[in-house]
């Protein structure tokens, strides 16, 4: 399966920047955007298949932004990144639309082989529902 | 015996009660800058431990070419910049601490404000509010207790920035006389809207740290603007 596009939603350019050479290194077709008011319109731009999203954005709550992508109607994958690691941070990343949720400092196979399970299984998803919407309604 | 421990053998059911929401208040205020400073310091080993892996990453090829030796060096220097930013941040932190375990020596009123501010500064980025001081050098060393002051000082901000948002300004002032030194918290907005049910904190306990400083707290009607008075003499 060739590997997914990774957009990174991060307003620590460095980090963002960084992180997103390294999956360029790794084989993916990564990109970074650092400003919030920038993501929904890179994602309908760029297409991606997973995106990386940092929850704490600056001028907006991530959490919002996370509804707001799976509200676009897009059914790529997210995977939420934070600093804090709280039972409840998880269970509301999960119930938003998350497919993961990872802590900072990340590890990078950890993130990989996070990137591979979530878009495989996304994958086999549109597979046997190709009618699916990104809410998960047929 | 700790500050902590005595306020709940002071008066009757009430007056503990209170005390209680005091200490509460408190250990909640302290918990919200530890977390930001948390937060801020994982956010830069973050950065740190990708410029470092991207540097492994780069050396794993082999042989380097001058873009891999140009992403190197731009890897090593943000490495830098952040070690330089943690070791801040841990200097600001270290002051705050130290403001705690010497509570009883006199407190410089704008060091202590100052502080406050430079541990906030990830809190208030986040809601694209920015912060102006204006110091007047006049204010010197008072006897009170920092962390009182810390906290009076973020309380009066929190309760500003439930109504500001992005590129709104909170302005922190300190001015002195003979016999005070007045501290000013103003919100400035471009569209200041009000705020039902005040502070973050209750307003009782509150108001018994502002009255244990010597100090009077009050509101301007109409204007988003709270000015702290310290009487020099406590």
Do not use: Y
């Not at chain 1, 707001?68 to 269970?91: K, N, P, W």
């Not at chain 2, 006897?143 to 973020?154: G, H, K, R």
């Not at chain 2, 002195?176 to 306990?205: C, D, N, Q, W, Y």
């Amino acid at each position: 399966m060739p590997k997914p596009k990774v957009l990174i939603i991060d307003d620590e350019q460095e980090f963002a920047s960084t992180l997103s050479k390294r999956l360029v290194f790794r084989g993916f077709d990564s990109l970074a955007v650092f400003h919030a008011e920038h993501a929904l319109s890179s994602i309908a731009e760029e297409h991606p298949e997973v995106v990386l999203l940092d929850l704490g954005l600056e001028g907006v709550s991530g959490m919002d932004m996370l509804r707001a992508i799976r509200a676009s109607g897009t059914d790529c994958v997210v995977i939420v990144l934070t600093g804090v690691a709280d039972d409840h941070v998880f269970r509301e990343a999960g119930e938003a639309g998350a497919a993961d949720v990872l802590i900072k400092p990340i590890d990078i196979d950890l993130l990989v082989e996070c990137i591979n399970r979530a878009h495989s299984e996304n994958d086999r998803k549109r597979w046997h529902f190709p009618n699916r919407r990104a809410d998960g309604s047929q | 015996m700790t500050e902590n421990a005595g306020i709940f053998l002071t008066g009757g059911p009430m007056e503990a009660n209170n005390d209680r929401l005091l200490c509460a208040a408190k250990v909640s205020f302290v918990g919200m800058i530890l977390e930001s400073f948390s937060h801020e310091l994982k956010n830069h080993l973050s950065v740190i431990r990708e410029s470092n892996g991207l540097m492994h990453d780069i050396m794993g090829v082999g042989k380097m070419d001058k873009e891999h030796v140009g992403q190197c060096r731009e890897a090593m220097r943000s490495v830098d910049r952040q070690i330089d930013k943690s070791v801040s941040l841990i200097s600001f932190f270290d002051d705050f601490s130290r403001g705690m375990k010497f509570a009883g020596e006199p407190c410089g009123i704008n060091e202590a404000i100052d502080i406050l501010l430079l541990l906030l500064h990830r809190r208030m980025s986040q809601r694209k509010v920015t912060i102006e001081k204006s110091f007047s050098n006049k204010v010197r060393t008072i006897p009170c207790n920092p962390i009182d002051l810390q906290f009076v000082v973020f309380c009066c901000i929190e309760e500003f920035m439930r109504m500001l948002g992005q590129g709104d300004s909170i302005i922190v002032k300190t001015m002195s006389s003979e016999e005070e030194v007045t501290i000013t918290i103003m919100a400035k907005s471009h569209s200041t809207r009000p705020v039902e049910g005040g502070g973050i904190f209750p307003t009782l306990p509150l108001q018994r740290i502002v009255e244990d400083m010597g100090a009077t707290l009050s509101r301007h009607p109409g204007h988003p603007e709270i000015e702290l008075r310290i009487r020099r003499q406590t």
